[in-house]
């Protein structure tokens, strides 16, 4: 229904929202309610979900995401994977800005035309990488060393919802971290080793999954979608003590070696047998210092929307750009390689697949 489209205001961005399913619906909601920008229309093929708006936020809704040309003046991209590129080519090409949920594309060579589009067009291409958004991760990230970082562990299981069935967990949760570790080391990836498990369709349902970066920083990851028990988090070793994140309770922990104990003045291994054995009691007090922080609440996709209606108003870069999704792409692409090749029993998984033909071509 574009003719309900209101245009009246020049002085707010016009957003759309292509893509309607739960994650679009949420964005939807959310721009509603941003005082700084207007909903101009959500889009979605499925007449079911076009209802389903108009009727709980009385938004304006369209069939067909080619209508709102001339009518936005940004885009948020929440529709199936497969569709990013298409969605995303058409926007920048028109001079819409673009925030696409990730991951970025389903190929390197889509990404890249994507990122090439958006710098053509001087538009804003921002990718859904929201944990970076997350205030936990905020908090950690001003905290850590970076160039201090030795060692990464990260796991992120859910259990099954039915929804991003068309790619498996590795671009669905995986690429989280991976975009979060890419911009805490920064350094190039030279070595990828994975093994993923399919379980309830094609596509992978559990993956782990081990960088080698080339300033010798080791990160595992692994990450599930048939697991009983939500888990959200990382820890990361850095020469000056670990900080440990929980994504879901927004609490970061810090471990570091009390003075003495850091520059070796004092060591357990040196003690007598009886005094070793009481090192444990007091482990937290005579040895380490553990601080912990809870950090206030706050929702992780409004800040990301905000900061993409900002970049429309100013022109600022954004947290994550284009490039930095195609990174992210790029470090799945190669996992999904080794699950495939770790895999002989069943057939390669269709994201590997797609991959490896790109790559051949």
């Known amino acids: 229904m574009i003719q309900n489209l209101n245009l009246s205001d020049a002085r707010k961005p016009r957003i759309a929202v292509i893509g309607a399913g739960h994650l679009g619906r949420i964005h939807a909601k959310l721009i509603a309610a941003n005082t700084s920008c207007e909903l101009a229309a959500v889009a979605d093929p499925s007449s079911e979900s076009r209802q389903y708006l108009e009727t709980q936020l009385h938004a304006p809704t369209l069939a067909d995401f080619r209508e709102l040309d001339g ?6 991209i929440a529709a199936p994977t497969f569709l990013h590129h298409q969605i995303g080519t058409w926007c920048l090409s028109h001079g819409i800005h673009v925030l696409v949920e990730k991951p970025i594309a389903s190929t390197l060579e889509e990404a890249k035309e994507l990122v090439h589009l958006a710098k053509a067009n001087n538009r804003t291409l921002q990718v859904g990488h929201v944990e970076r958004f997350n205030p936990a991760w905020h908090f950690a990230s001003m905290q850590l060393s970076k160039n201090t970082i030795r060692y990464v562990e990260a796991a992120r299981e859910g259990t099954y919802t039915g929804r991003s069935t068309d790619i498996g967990i590795v671009m669905d949760l995986m690429i989280h971290d991976i975009d979060l570790i890419l ?104 040895w380490l210092r553990k601080v912990e922080h809870k950090t206030a609440p706050a929702n992780a996709i409004e800040l990301e929307q905000k900061e993409f209606v900002h970049a429309i108003q100013s022109g ?20 999904l390689e080794q699950i495939a090749v770790n895999r002989p029993s069943r057939s390669i998984i269709p994201f590997a697949d797609r991959f490896a033909k790109t790559k051949a071509a």
């Open 71 to 76: 009518a936005i003046d940004g885009a948020i």
């Open 183 to 286: 911009s805490a080391v920064k350094s190039p990836v030279d070595l990828v080793s994975a093994y993923g498990w399919s379980v309830l369709g094609d596509n992978e349902d559990f993956a782990t999954a081990c960088l080698r970066f080339r300033n010798g920083t080791i990160a595992n990851l692994r990450a599930s979608r048939i697991s009983p028990v939500p888990k959200r988090t990382m820890q990361v070793y850095a020469d000056d003590g670990l900080t440990e994140i929980d994504f879901a309770s927004n609490t970061v922990s810090q471990t570091s070696a009390l003075d003495d104990v850091a520059n070796g003045a004092r060591q357990a291994d040196q003690l007598p047998a009886d005094q070793r054995a009481k090192v444990k009691d007091s482990l937290f007090v005579d």
């Open 316 to 335: 600022i870069a954004v947290t994550v750009t284009g490039e930095q999704g195609y990174q992210a792409l790029e470090v799945a692409a190669r996992i």
